[in-house]
């Protein structure tokens, strides 16, 4: 119990509110449009819950990030968006693994539940540009390989993933940027997946929530920042 009283005394009111929002709509949308995928509705909960330690800093969220890239590659599957699966698996689980390590190798001042916030310098900022350039090209020919569906939305997420997670192993603010210009393009990909299939239309509404609350953790991110920026510079007085 006292557990459960530190864990909500951790989150902010309008952080909980944020969360018990976005779950509560998506098992609405599961209810409303799907009821048979509880993939979905499972993958959906725990990201949205993995992005509300992320927008705190904390390193849970990475460990729930890796859950939910695994389901969320099965899903993909199932409607032939190789990219999305190849993606997900292939890149942004093993990423979050990473990124995980280095915020719990990256405290902000012993504090295990808050990771140390990184600004990238010019030469790193030139380099992830143009790594992601060439990370997309190898893709685009892969996703053309495998026949995949809608493959410029598809590729232009593989770009937008690799931008996110690479920002989010080099603890950047801007990494939540780079996630909410994924979660339009993801929702683009699922509205086209829903046209022929209603029940993909809860995972828009999971994505809706899910730009949202990136939104969110970029706005959080930044005031993480000033006050460490604070914390370090009155620790030097």
């Known amino acids: 119990m006292d557990k459960i009283k530190r864990l909500i005394c951790y989150f902010s009111k309008g952080e909980i509110c944020l969360w018990v929002f976005s779950v509560f709509l998506i098992i609405v949308s599961f209810c409303i449009f799907d009821k048979e995928n509880y ?4 993958a959906s909960v725990i990201g949205a819950t993995s992005l509300i330690f992320v ?10 990030m890796i859950v939910f890239s695994v389901l969320y590659g099965i899903i993909s599957l199932t409607f032939a968006y190789y990219g999305e699966m190849i993606t997900y698996l292939g890149m942004t689980a093993p990423m979050a693994v990473f990124s995980m390590i280095s915020w719990l190798k990256n405290p902000f001042e012993k504090n295990k539940a808050e990771v140390k916030v990184n600004s990238l310098k010019g030469k790193e900022i030139v380099f992830m540009i143009i790594l992601t350039a060439i990370i997309t090209l190898i893709f685009y020919y892969i996703l053309k390989t495998l026949n995949t569906s809608n493959i410029l939305p598809s590729t232009i997420s593989v770009t937008t993933s690799f931008l996110a997670v690479y920002l989010t192993f080099r603890r950047s603010p801007y990494y939540a940027l ?35 609350n990136d939104i969110y953790g970029f706005i959080n991110w930044r005031k993480i920042r000033l006050r460490q920026t604070h914390f370090k510079m009155s620790q030097n007085v």
Do not use: H, R
């Not at 996630?179 to 994505?207: G, Q, R």
């Open 55 to 64: 927008a705190k800093g904390n390193p849970i969220g990475q460990f729930l």
């Open 178 to 212: 780079a996630y909410a210009a994924n979660d339009i393009v993801l929702i683009v990909l699922w509205i086209l997946a829903t046209i022929e299939d209603m029940s993909y239309l809860s995972v828009v509404i999971c994505f809706i929530m899910f730009l949202i």
């Open 39 to 42: 993939l979905t509705l499972v």
